[in-house]
T-cell receptor
Framework: NAGVMQNPRHLVRRRGQEARLRCSPM?????VYWYRQLPEEGLKFMVY????????ESGMPKERFSAEFPKEGPSILRIQQVVRGDSAAYFC??????????????FGSGTRLTVV | AQSVTQLDSQVPVFEEAPVELRCNYS??????LFWYVQYPNQGLQLLLK??????LVESINGFEAEFNKSQTSFHLRKPSVHISDTAEYFC??????????????????FGKGTKLSVIP
């Protein structure tokens, strides 16, 4: 029973390119959450998705960032026209039902994005 | 708005010595509290949590944390650390949502993390 799988583990992009980060939730989990960890900062909530729906994107920057969780396949966090300030670790978590903090999230190992 | 402060970014400690990782939070409402651990090259794993009831909570690997409402703290302790405890530890808080369907039911606010290094 694989955990939350994120790929790639490391991603290097030049300024202006697009970054696509993938997250495959645990089997049976239909809720996905993306968090970002900037250097020397704690993880910050970005977006919460269910299959084919964005539930809460209050933590996502208004421009250049988008997220999706299609009916089939992994959740994708897409960053267009990346800038140096996008360099961070991006973590994905999943749960079987909404939130259920009493059970805690299951996080992936993260994608380290470096913009050069 | 909530915030979490982990004052120590790095804590070196000798093997078999006790350790305390500090966590303070600020919130205008009641909260749930969590400690997560991240071992090298792995994802975050839930270590322990406080939801309600007894203010002292324990994990299966010997860590414990005590919720102190008056001091708004949730410090993590272990009486005797092992090499395998070397990891980064994150304190997190969530707003206690009575309806269990709002943002407090899924949105976590994290501290910056404390890197625990256990020295042989």
């Amino acid at each position: 029973n694989a955990g939350v799988m994120q790929n790639p583990r490391h991603l290097v992009r030049r300024r202006g390119q697009e970054a696509r980060l993938r997250c495959s939730p645990m089997k049976g989990h239909s809720h996905v959450y993306w968090y970002r960890q900037l250097p020397e900062e704690g993880l910050k909530f970005m977006v919460y998705l269910q299959k084919e729906n964005i539930i809460d994107e209050s933590g996502m920057p208004k421009e250049r960032f988008s997220a999706e969780f299609p009916k089939e396949g992994p959740s994708i966090l897409r960053i267009q026209q990346v800038v140096r300030g996008d360099s961070a670790a991006y973590f994905c978590a999943s749960s079987q039902l909404q939130g259920l903090l009493s059970y805690g999230y299951t996080f992936g190992s993260g994608t380290r994005l470096t913009v050069v | 708005a909530q915030s979490v402060t982990q004052l120590d970014s790095q804590v070196p400690v000798f093997e078999e010595a006790p350790v305390e990782l500090r966590c303070n939070y600020s919130s205008s409402v009641s909260v749930y509290l969590f400690w997560y651990v991240q071992y090298p090259n792995q994802g975050l794993q839930l270590l322990l949590k406080y939801l309600s009831g007894s203010t002292l909570v324990e994990s299966i690997n010997g860590f414990e944390a005590e919720f102190n409402k008056s001091q708004t703290s949730f410090h993590l302790r272990k009486p005797s650390v092992h090499i395998s405890d070397t990891a980064e530890y994150f304190c997190a808080v969530s707003e206690k949502d009575k309806a269990y369907s709002g943002a407090g039911s899924y949105q976590l606010t994290f501290g910056k993390g404390t890197k625990l290094s256990v020295i042989p």
